[in-house]
């Protein structure tokens, strides 16, 4: 009799254990649910912990919990999450990952919710928006965008008695400012040439008249002419030992190397400014001025979009909250507080503002000539043979021409897996 | 399982009849949580990787049939043979620490006090986190700024880039591989020679044999169960290797990771970076098969030197 007794109450647990799991997704509105929104920044992390808090203040019935995970498992865990059926609710996407959650149906289609909460698309960059439209649908709604400027070091460019850099700078002066920057007693470097796509050659490639995927998404075009062109601009660098080596700056990356003033340039995105803002040892040496030009102005722009998990218990609650992340005052508060420069029109001035020291209306105006970072098929898996075709030549020991076509043959193999 | 589960009830019916079948019901109740866990957690994701192994599957979606498409394209991918032999010059490397094990843990056992704290600081890489272990070395190798290399200049020795120098990288892994195993390899080896009767060391010394001698011929002969193990731990642990080559090599921009991948980061970069998880699994069973390979032949070369008592 007792052993029975037992097996019910046993039973009974687990049944209780049971109904309570089913009771979590239970739809009934009113009810206070829990939305996670994840990202990959720490820096960040206070910005959309703010964001959250102030939807929570017009939401009370949704909380929102931040979660941040470190950028080498973010990829790993959403990926694994949205396949078991884990994944967060809402969290950050990229253009280059974009595709491939898009195709497998993972992410919340925003089509509608776009119309009935009278969100105007024109607000946000037309590059970036783009970017995650998949099959003519809107699956993100744009968080920030980043452009691509020349960050240099004032100190170092007076000590060198070089000119700093401004809007009439070309691919010469460039070169040339760097050569006279370079001064291997001192251990200092004009400029930071690593093999980096976003930040370096992409932009180079554009400016030289190329592009860098056709417009159907097919063919690369690195070995083009002026695809070669772009490169060069590079491995002329590399060359004229202007630049801390590949093997160096494997070690310790660029932008390391410029906040310890080993570099006097280094071409990158505005998302580095709150981080140059923050370090102590930089202030008032560094600044800010446009890519210079090749035949013409180019760089590439992309931005991070907010998504939501197709297969979220609360698709209701997570679509008024995607909404509230793709508004102003989502965009006001990241503004606000310096942490990146906000997707939406008319909410940057205050971005400009919390930084004063930099000339970061660069950036803006740069959308003006800027064009969307190329994601065309599998593009974590071609960008990331970029390294190995492209090592070779910046290195000198392969003719760039050589190395741009073996690179482009490897990713066009890989564009043409549909 | 099931087969063991429907043995069972029988077995007290032998010899007590009556009780049999409530009791075995209530004694696979008791194994059931361990065995549901063990079948959920283990036997399951091993079928479906080998079923992923013969299927194209895509991030997300449906998978294809594709027979042994996986495995054709595998035995003629530049790459997985340039990681497969990476990560057998890395588990070769990473064998020479047996022996400095052995010698080690014949030294430490010569300490009289303080023994526990030598083992203390050779056990204290096994419980650091390899994360954090590939870090500080990321910074030891680094060639600009890294101790390595300042050490070395002090001796007029030109330094070198460890983990971006293509040249390198592997024996960089192999040292750090080496120090992480020590302290677990040290403990079993400890225990070893510990099972081994001081009466030998003393009857040898009486009949005039020297400290070397002993060593050769008491303490190996005697250890080699111990060695063995060891051996076999160490080239599984090593053939598995991933953390040292993801947080050192850490950046698609490093120059050395084309040429320095494993194995398991082969695996991970096709499975979890590009999405060909049917692709990553046929490297898992292929590695599980070379694993198994390896140990076989070990367990068969063993009859000829291992000395059982």
């Not at chain 2, 303080?114 to 203390?120: D, F, K, Q, T």
């Not at chain 2, 120098?165 to 677990?184: E, K, N, S």
């Not at chain 2, 060391?201 to 060695?227: C, K, N, W």
Request: neutral net charge; charged residues 15%; proline residues 5%.
């Amino acid at each position: 009799m007792k052993r029975r007794w037992i097996a019910a109450t046993a039973l009974a647990a687990a049944v209780t254990l049971l109904t309570a799991c089913s009771g979590q997704s239970d739809e009934a509105s009113g009810e206070k649910v829990t939305l996670t929104y994840a990202n990959w920044s720490e820096d960040q992390t206070p910005a959309m912990q703010q964001i959250a808090d102030e939807f929570q203040k017009a939401n009370p019935d949704i909380t929102i919990k931040v979660q941040t995970l470190p950028w080498t498992e973010y990829w790993t865990t959403l990926q694994v999450g949205a396949a078991g059926g884990t994944a967060p609710d809402a969290f950050w996407m990229l253009a280059d990952h974009f595709r491939e959650y898009a195709k497998g149906g993972q992410l919340v289609d925003m089509s509608d919710t776009v119309k009935s909460n009278n969100i105007d698309l024109a607000k946000y960059p037309k590059a970036v928006s783009d970017s995650y439209t998949y099959d003519g649908k809107l699956f993100a709604l744009p968080k920030d965008f980043d452009t691509n400027g020349i960050w240099y070091n004032k100190a170092l460019f007076d000590a060198a008695g070089v000119k700093y850099p401004d809007d009439t700078w070309t691919w010469q002066d460039a070169q040339d400012a760097a050569k006279k920057l370079t001064d291997p007693a001192k251990g200092v470097f004009g400029i930071a040439a690593p093999i980096d796509a976003q930040g370096g050659f992409y932009n180079t490639m554009l400016q030289a008249g190329g592009s860098i995927i056709n417009a159907d998404g097919t063919a690369s075009d690195f070995g083009s002419p002026a695809g070669v062109e772009g490169l060069k601009f590079w491995t002329d660098l590399q060359a004229a030992k202007a630049s801390p080596t590949l093997e160096q700056l494997s070690d310790t990356e660029a932008v390391s190397m410029f906040e310890n003033q080993k570099v006097a340039m280094y071409f990158s995105g505005a998302y580095w400014a709150l981080k140059f803002h923050n370090n102590a040892a930089l202030k008032g040496k560094i600044d800010v001025a446009p890519l210079p030009q090749g035949v013409k102005r180019a760089t590439v722009t992309s931005g991070i979009g907010n998504a939501g998990y197709a297969g979220s218990k609360h698709p209701e609650q997570l679509k008024k909250f995607l909404a509230f992340l793709g508004g102003s005052k989502a965009a006001e508060i990241q503004a606000a507080t310096g942490t990146v420069l906000p997707a939406y029109e008319g909410t940057q001035q205050p971005w400009l503002d919390s930084m004063p020291e930099y000339k970061l209306q660069v950036f803006i105006d740069a959308i003006a000539y800027s064009v969307p970072l190329p994601v065309a098929g599998n593009a974590s898996e071609w960008q990331g043979l970029a390294t190995q075709y492209l090592g070779p030549a910046w290195s000198g020991k392969k003719p760039v021409q050589e190395a741009a076509t073996e690179y482009q043959a490897a990713v066009d193999q890989v564009l043409a897996k549909k | 399982m099931t087969s063991s589960a429907t043995k069972l009830p029988r077995r007290p019916s032998g010899r007590r009849g009556g009780v049999s079948a409530p009791n075995g019901w209530w004694a696979l109740a008791f194994i059931a949580p361990a065995t549901i866990g063990l079948l959920l957690l283990y036997v399951w994701p091993f079928l479906r990787t080998v079923i992923d192994s013969f299927q194209d599957v895509p991030a997300f979606g449906p998978a294809t049939w594709v027979g042994t498409d996986n495995y054709t394209a595998l035995l003629h991918d530049p790459d997985f043979w340039k990681a497969f032999g990476n990560s057998a010059l890395y588990t070769a490397i990473v064998l020479l620490g047996v022996p400095v094990a052995i010698a080690l843990a014949a030294l430490i056992e010569q300490v009289g006090r303080g023994r526990a704290l030598y083992r203390v600081l050779f056990f204290l890489p096994v419980v650091t986190l390899p994360v954090a272990i590939g870090m500080v070395w990321r910074f030891i190798y680094n060639g600009d700024f890294g101790l390595l290399n300042t050490v070395l200049s002090w001796f007029g020795v030109d330094g070198q880039f460890w983990v971006a120098d293509p040249r390198f990288t592997i024996y960089a892994f192999g040292v750090v591989g080496i120090w992480m195993g020590l302290g677990i390899n040290l403990i079993i080896l400890g225990a070893g020679l510990q099972a081994i009767p001081k009466a030998l060391y003393e009857a040898s010394a009486l009949d005039g044999a020297g400290r070397v001698r002993q060593f050769f011929r008491i303490t190996v002969p005697l250890l080699s169960p111990s060695i063995f193990f060891v051996t076999v731990l160490t080239v599984i642990g090593a053939l598995q290797m991933f953390d040292l080559n993801f947080i050192m090599l850490r950046g698609v921009n490093n120059t050395a990771l084309a040429d320095s991948k494993t194995i398991v980061y082969l695996f991970y970069e096709k499975a979890f970076v590009q999405f060909h998880q049917g692709y990553g699994a046929a490297i898992a069973v292929v590695l599980l098969l070379v694993i198994m390979i390896a140990t076989a032949l070990q367990f068969r070369l063993q009859r000829s030197w291992v000395f059982y008592d």
